[in-house]
């Protein structure tokens, strides 16, 4: 189902249409009968490019999980390894290749995704294996579209990767995915970017051009700029609690690859014709995205927004059903007949989304998430960001989950520009004494990466940037909103703010600002080819991990 | 090992691949057109996942997590008997303008350009995959061994044959790194440095990479991959980056299973270069878990009274301090000081402050529902010999506390009263049902209707009841309302 790619204004169904193609060609590849051994994780991503129906049309007859020992048994001629470039896979996939059966050999490929690892490959040779395979190939899933106005690297370790190992391989996949955007949707003539790795990206993006000196694609541009910012120079904004509907949706039970498991009890009694009582046990998995009527619009909806068009939906739906008793004429009739699925489909998903919502308020009205969120607020109008605060000690001695504890603490560091020695060694030892002195290791991890630190001598340039991007807006209207504010209930994510600048007026009213933020600030331009030269306004923008 | 079948012969004969030339520059170009072409072309295309049904776990049936597990099971019940399948049809069909993301970037997708950085650093660089051994010799290495590091780099990039072998001095190895850092590859810049580490001496390599910031990163990344432990410690030392070396050190003691070498191990990390703070944590990470062995080896074959009444869910070994010292005002409240286990010997010995050892033991004594152990934790003495209630954390986070492990009436009434806010005092007494708190508070605001609304709420005839009763008669005082 890809249809939900279509409602964006840039048709990225061009995109997802390439990467099924690739795909196709390496399942070819491998001719004959083949069974796939699956890195569970990869599942994920691929399932918003293909489905299993494309696989078997390329032969694929049987798939399977890896794991370590023996592949099952099936009566194919290749076996086929889809994994990431893992030190740790490439072992399972040894000792998967050791341990086949030498009587009736079967053929072996490895498809690295999304790219080739030379240490992977290393280590197949050092056990032995690397010559088993008949083909290595990798398959280039950078961005993926992920709905009608949105493209994922889905890579969630990056920013892990980027700032505390170092490790900036990821940038060169955010670079080479950017190519093959230009290649399909023509180049973007205007680049900005923000942040050490945004200049990175940017760099690898006009030496790449380079390269390819003298092949211009001769599309029209279809972006007309490119906004790249480095994850560290927003930290606040991922900490905060999203309060949109599918951002809570995404707090509370964390969406993956487009899908969300949801508790069944509260799905359970709703399907007809199911008399039993076993309550099913396994969690009800939803895949969301725009392609579902009711969940585009009210995905983006301030929660306290929800309900109300829940309900509006509900009479809609109702009233459709009524007009049943009017129709008189067997044309009528027909016509209405002709409508039921879609009616039907109508009321499931609303069925499904008001139950999503009772879970949802249950916690949001519950007195825990109003103080959590009373202190986060306080934190982002620069409320007390210099003591210790006591809601978060309280939260310490109820043992509450470690988590929630960090991202207040990292929050108020952020929102203070570091925190007092005093008060970061308080945190620090209430978190090792209650959650164990191995987390040493945490906290120095999320030093590092910039999420706590000491306050330095620099005097507290937060109320500067809150003030100038007017990151706190008051009077947020959390039903009918007009600014981005609403998102956050009040905060307006830094991110979100730089981008609207950059529109209008431009990032020279901020100069300041900017200098404030990690990392410098850029703009290059791209020669697009003459003749292809269009006005428009459609910024694209990559923020860099989650 | 050779691989020679039907559909190589097929394989190679089609249109589609050529046998491998290195005259493939332009192809880039040529394939963008071709990509062109295709693309307007897709725009059409019909898409065959159109109807999505839904499996009852609600996972969409077709998807590709769904088909795991259904075809994996079906193997599973071994219902599998279907004989082998004889490949008959090459399925190299499926030809046409061929347009792929690969091919937009790379010149790889053509067979025979498999080239696996490994062979560059082997003796025998000949390749025994089957498309490999099709590969006219010319390809071999005399071929690759005159290419720039530029050229090389950008080989390794593309997948295609290279060969390191001929950087051999310092300076040419030193280009070929910098001009890998300078594509920013992460794979190529690893795989430069392994054929550095393999072929420079520690020191020339060590002494190089300081001045080389991201190389040094990659590296030290690909060390800690590889689990090479002792030559990253030797690195970081160099480096002088001893705390992250030390911390280094310590985190190995995640991996050790048995408490006493776990033990040791972390006595072992005392003498590390640790920050100061951090000293101190290991130091009070390693005496922890030496008291935990020593509590939980007397505790296991302890036949106190409590242990009875209370057996012990799981061992103490490995749990946070807070949650130890919870454990032992369980099961040792009261002991002298002198002993490892009591209550006050973990206090001092762990720096815990006042207001954790009271939220602890306050925690535990309540759970014994041992009353006059926790009236006693907020008894003070003033110099007159008077007993006070003191407590460093709020009367009403007591209250809960209390609350929460089911305490009776008269218990959570005497906390209640002794919270210092009003509003807190109220809302408390109303939550937890303390009628004579409630009474006394409407009584001394000289709220009569709230004591009239209350007393709604109350048992006909009940003493609370009747008290209100009485003050609601009372001429003597002066009612607000």
């Not at chain 2, 390749?127 to 690759?144: H, I, N, Q």
């Not at chain 2, 003498?271 to 944590?281: G, I, K, M, R, V």
């Not at chain 2, 032992?328 to 002993?339: A, I, K, P, Q």
Request: glycine share 4%; proline share 4%; net charge neutral.
């Amino acid at each position: 189902m890809a249809s939900h790619l279509f409602c964006g204004r840039v048709n990225l169904n061009i995109l997802r249409e390439a990467a099924r193609k690739d795909l196709r060609e390496f399942l070819d590849k491998c001719s004959g009968s083949k069974a796939i051994v699956w890195d569970e994780y990869l599942t994920g991503p691929f399932g918003l490019i293909a489905q299993y129906s494309l696989l078997k049309e390329h032969e694929v007859e049987k798939m399977f999980t890896l794991k370590g020992g023996r592949i099952p048994s099936a009566a194919v001629k290749n076996i086929v390894f889809f994994v990431r470039p893992r030190l740790e896979l490439m072992d399972i996939i040894a000792e998967n290749v050791a341990s086949e059966d030498k009587l009736h050999p079967r053929d072996f490929h490895i498809l690295f995704v999304p790219r080739r690892s030379l240490l992977c490959e290393q280590r197949l040779k050092e056990k032995g294996v690397l010559n088993s395979f008949t083909n290595i190939d990798e398959y280039i899933l950078d961005l993926i579209p992920y709905d009608g106005d949105l493209l994922s690297m889905e890579s969630e370790s990056s920013f892990r990767e980027c700032y505390l190992e170092s490790d900036q391989t990821s940038l060169y996949h955010a670079a080479k995915g950017l190519m093959t955007l230009q290649a399909l949707y023509g180049t973007i003539p205007q680049i900005f970017g923000k942040g050490e790795c945004a200049r990175h990206v940017a760099n690898m993006m006009l030496r790449m051009k380079r390269e390819f000196a003298g092949s211009h694609t001769q599309i029209l541009p279809v972006f007309d700029t490119l906004l790249l910012l480095d994850r560290n120079v927003d930290l606040l904004t991922p900490l905060a609690t999203q309060l949109t509907y599918e951002g809570l949706i995404d707090e509370i039970f964390s969406i993956t690859n487009g899908y969300v498991k949801l508790p069944p009890e509260k799905f359970a009694q709703k399907k007809q014709g199911e008399g039993g009582k076993d309550l099913p046990t396994e969690p009800k998995k939803l895949q969301l995205n725009s392609a579902e009527e009711l969940y585009a619009e009210i995905r983006d909806k301030n929660f306290n927004a929800v309900g109300a068009a829940l309900s509006k939906k509900a009479k809609v739906i109702s009233a459709a059903f009524e007009e049943r008793h009017n129709a008189k004429t067997v044309g009528e009739i027909k016509q209405f007949v002709s409508q039921l699925p879609h009616m039907q489909a109508a009321r499931s998903s609303l069925a499904n989304h008001t139950s999503i919502a009772e879970l949802i308020k249950d916690i949001t009205t519950s007195e825990d998430f109003f103080d959590s969120l009373t202190v986060e607020q306080e934190f982002m109008t620069g409320v007390d960001t210099d003591k210790v605060s006591t809601y978060i000690e309280d939260c310490v001695a109820q043992k509450d989950p470690l988590i929630k504890i960090l991202r207040l603490v990292c929050m108020q560091s952020v929102c203070n520009n570091g925190l007092k020695q005093k008060v970061l060694d308080f945190y620090k030892r209430e978190i090792l004494q209650t959650y164990g002195y191995k987390h040493i290791l945490t906290l120095k991890n999320l030093e590092k990466v910039g999420l706590l630190k000491p306050q330095s001598t620099m005097r507290n340039n937060y109320p500067t940037i809150r003030k100038t991007l007017k990151l706190w807006m008051e009077d947020t209207n959390e039903q009918n909103p007009n600014d981005i504010s609403y998102v956050y209930s009040g905060y307006a994510p830094l991110s979100v703010r730089l981008t609207q600048v950059l529109a209008r007026p431009g990032w020279r009213s901020i100069e300041e600002v900017l200098k404030m933020l990690p990392g410098p600030h850029f703009e290059e331009r791209q020669q697009v080819p003459t003749g292809l030269h269009k006005k428009r306004n459609k910024p694209v923008i990559l923020v860099k991990s989650a | 090992m050779t691989r020679a079948k039907p559909e190589d012969d097929e394989y190679w004969n089609s249109s589609k691949f050529k046998a491998f030339t290195f005259d493939d520059e332009d192809d880039e170009f040529s394939q963008l057109k071709e990509s062109k072409r295709a693309v307007n072309s897709i725009l059409v295309d019909e898409d065959e996942d159109d109807v999505e049904r839904v499996s009852w776990s609600g996972e969409p049936v077709g998807s590709i997590s769904w088909s795991v597990k259904e075809t994996a099971s079906s193997i599973r019940s071994g219902s599998e008997q279907s004989f082998p399948k004889i490949d008959t049809t090459p399925s190299l069909s499926k030809q046409g303008s061929g347009y792929s993301l690969s091919s937009l970037f790379k010149a790889k997708s053509k067979p025979g350009a498999f080239q696996s950085f490994s062979e560059s650093f082997s003796d025998t660089s000949f390749r025994t995959y089957a498309p490999e051994l099709r590969k006219p010799k010319s390809d071999g290495k005399d071929f690759v061994s005159d290419l720039s590091p530029e050229e090389t780099v950008r080989r390794m990039q593309k997948g295609r044959p290279f060969s390191l072998e001929k950087f051999r001095s310092l300076q040419d190895k030193l280009l070929l790194l910098d001009e890998a850092v300078a594509v920013y590859d992460g794979n190529v810049i690893t795989a430069v440095l392994i054929f550095l580490k393999k072929s420079l001496s520690k020191e020339i390599l060590f002494r190089e990479l300081m001045a080389r910031d991201v190389a040094l990163r990659h590296y030290v990344h690909y060390l800690k991959e590889m689990g090479e432990q002792k030559l990253l410690v030797e690195l970081l030392k160099a480096l002088g980056r001893t705390e992250d070396m030390a911390l280094m050190h310590y985190k190995e003691h995640l991996n050790i299973k048995d408490e006493g070498r776990r033990r040791d191990f972390l006595k072992s990390c005392l003498s590390l270069p640790f920050s100061q703070d951090d000293a101190t944590h290991v130091q009070d990470h390693y005496t922890l878990l030496e008291r935990q062995i020593i509590i939980e080896a007397s505790d296991k074959k302890a036949d106190a009274e409590i242990f009875k009444k209370f057996p012990r869910k799981a061992s103490i070994l490995n749990m946070p301090i807070i949650t130890t010292l919870y454990y032992s005002c369980f099961y040792h409240y009261g002991e002298s000081e002198g002993t490892f286990s009591s209550p006050s010997n973990i206090r001092k010995t762990f720096r815990i402050s006042e207001k954790q050892y009271i939220l602890t033991a306050l925690g535990a004594r309540a759970k014994l529902k041992s009353w006059f152990d926790v009236d006693s934790l907020f008894n003070t003495k003033n110099w007159l010999g008077y007993t006070k209630k003191k407590s460093p954390i709020g009367f009403h986070r007591v209250v809960d506390i209390l609350h929460k492990n089911s305490a009776p009436v008269q218990v959570l009434q005497e906390y209640v009263n002794l919270i210092d806010d009003p509003d807190l005092k109220l809302s408390g007494a109303l939550k937890y049902k303390c009628h004579d708190v409630v009474i006394n508070t409407y009584r001394d605001l000289k709220d009569r209707q709230q004591l009239i609304v209350y007393r709604e709420k109350l048992e006909r005839d009940s003493p609370e009841y009747r008290k209100i009763q009485e003050l609601l008669n009372n001429v003597q005082i002066r009612w607000k309302n």
